[in-house]
C-alpha cells in the first residue's frame, strides 16, 4: 500500500530546576520508553525520541521542527518531572499536528519501602500532568489524553489507535482525489464544497475529463494487458461460462482499464478517485474490476462522482494498514441499500453494482462477466466473493 512511513516523536518535558543528575536520568527513562515500545510491535508507526524539553525556546523550535518535518505524523508529550506549563505556551499556538497527552510514569509501581525526596522529585508525572493538561485545556487545543502504564498492552494498544488516526491526517494534507467526470446528475449527497475540504483536510479534487483516462488506455499494449490477465487467471478463478472468447475479452478490458488508471494517478500523484456511471465517453465499460483491485491496494474509490466517499475509504485504508494484512477485519466501499427492521436485528445491508473491495472477502474471489442494466456499456467483469461478518 502506498502510505509514507510516517513518525511520531516523543517529547519529554522537565525543567533545570532538579539539577544534571535527575535530568540524566530523565534523558535514559525517556529513551528507554521509546525503545521499548519501538521493540514491542505493537505500534504502527515508529517513535523518534528527543531530547528533554526544559526551556521556552527548545519547546518551540522543537514543535515547529515537527510542523516542518514531513515525516513527522504527530508527537506525543510525556511530563517525566513537573514541567511548568506556561514554557509550553508558544510552542504549542504554533504546533499544527496531532497531539498526544500520555498521562503515565516511568515505574508502573509506587515504592513505598524505598521512597523518598529524590525519587519524588524525579517521578513527578501526576505533577506534570495536571500543568500540561491544565494548559492544553486552557488554549482549547484538540488532543487526545491516554492515561495508564506505557508498557501495559491496552495502553499500547491505544497509543496505536490513535497513531493510525494521526497517520490518515497527516496522509489527508497530501490526498490528491481524480474526479472523472462529475456528480450523477440530481444527486445531492455526493455534492460537496472541495474548497473547504482542501482548507479543512488538505484534500485536492482535480476535475479530470474521461477522455484523459481513455487516453491512457490507448496507450496499453496488449502484451502488458495479456500479463496483467494472466495475474488474475493465477489469483482467482475465472468463470468463462459459455462464450469463453467473449468472457477473455472482457476481462482484458478491465485489464487494459486497470493498467492505465495505476499510470494515470501515479502520474497525477493521487491516491483516490472516483468515477460516475452517465460521464463513460469513449469507454467500452464501466471501470468494476480494475477498481476492486485498486481499492484492494490501499486507493480511495467512490462511484457516482463521490469524491468525499472516496477520501473516506482511502482514510479508512490507511488507518487500518497493517490489520487487515494480520487477519483482523477489513473495510471497503458500498453503499446504503436496505433495512432490516426485526426488532433486535435491525441492519443495513450495503451493496454497490460492481465495485466492492476484495478486501472484505473469506472466499477465493471469482472473475465473473454479467451485463449491467446502467451505464449503457458493454458487460462488465468484476471480482464476486463471499465476504467476512462486519
Known amino acids: 500500500m502506498n502510505i509514507k512511513k510516517y513518525e511520531f516523536w516523543f517529547l519529554t518535558g522537565s525543567q533545570d530546576l532538579y539539577g544534571q543528575e535527575t535530568l540524566d536520568q530523565v534523558k535514559r527513562d525517556s529513551q528507554a520508553i521509546v525503545e521499548k515500545l519501538n521493540e514491542s510491535g505493537a505500534l504502527p508507526c515508529r517513535l523518534v525520541w528527543q531530547e528533554t524539553l526544559l526551556t521556552p525556546s527548545s519547546i518551540r523550535d522543537t514543535l515547529e521542527r515537527a510542523n516542518a518535518n514531513n515525516m513527522c505524523a504527530g508527537v506525543i508529550c510525556w511530563m517525566h ?63 487526545t489524553v491516554i492515561c495508564g502504564y506505557w508498557n501495559h498492552p491496552d495502553t499500547k494498544k491505544r497509543i496505536a489507535d490513535w497513531m493510525r488516526v494521526a497517520r490518515a491526517v497527516a496522509d489527508g494534507k497530501e490526498l490528491r482525489i481524480a474526479r472523472f467526470g462529475d456528480n450523477m446528475r440530481e444527486v445531492a449527497v455526493t455534492d460537496g464544497d472541495k ?144 433495512y432490516n427492521l426485526v426488532p433486535g436485528k435491525e441492519a443495513d445491508m450495503g451493496s454497490h453494482m460492481l465495485e466492492v473491495d476484495p478486501e472484505i472477502a473469506v472466499s477465493k474471489p471469482k472473475v465473473e462477466v454479467h451485463e449491467l442494466g446502467i451505464g449503457g456499456r458493454e458487460a462488465p467483469a468484476r471480482l464476486v466473493f463471499n465476504t467476512i461478518e462486519g
Open 81 to 143: 518531572t513537573f514541567s511548568p506549563a506556561k514554557m509550553w505556551i508558544a510552542g504549542l499556538s504554533a504546533y499544527r499536528k496531532p497531539l498526544l497527552q500520555l498521562n503515565t510514569q516511568f515505574n508502573e509501581e509506587i515504592p513505598y519501602a524505598t521512597m523518598d525526596m529524590d525519587f519524588m522529585n524525579l517521578n513527578q508525572s501526576a505533577h506534570g500532568d495536571r500543568e500540561f493538561g491544565f494548559i492544553t485545556s486552557r488554549m482549547d487545543l484538540p488532543r
Open 195 to 338: 474548497v473547504e475540504a482542501m482548507i479543512k483536510f488538505g484534500w485536492s479534487v482535480p476535475y479530470y475529463g474521461v477522455g484523459d483516462l481513455v487516453s491512457y488506455m490507448n496507450e496499453v499494449s496488449d502484451s502488458d494487458v495479456n500479463a496483467l490477465f494472466d495475474e488474475y487467471d493465477s489469483r482467482y478463478e475465472i468463470v468463462y461460462g459459455p462464450d469463453k472468447d467473449f468472457t477473455i475479452s472482457h476481462i482484458k478490458e478491465q485489464a487494459r482499464i486497470e493498467i492505465a488508471l495505476r499510470r494515470f494517478l501515479k502520474d497525477n500523484n493521487a491516491n483516490a478517485l472516483c468515477t460516475n456511471f452517465q460521464d463513460l465517453h469513449g469507454m467500452k465499460q464501466l471501470p468494476g474490476l480494475a477498481i476492486q483491485r485498486l481499492l484492494a491496494d490501499g486507493y480511495g474509490f467512490a462511484a457516482e462522482g463521490d469524491w468525499k466517499t472516496s477520501a473516506l475509504v482511502r482514510t479508512f485504508k490507511v488507518m487500518t494498514s497493517g490489520l487487515v494484512e494480520s487477519g483482523k477485519k477489513g473495510n471497503a466501499f458500498m453503499e446504503d441499500y436496505t
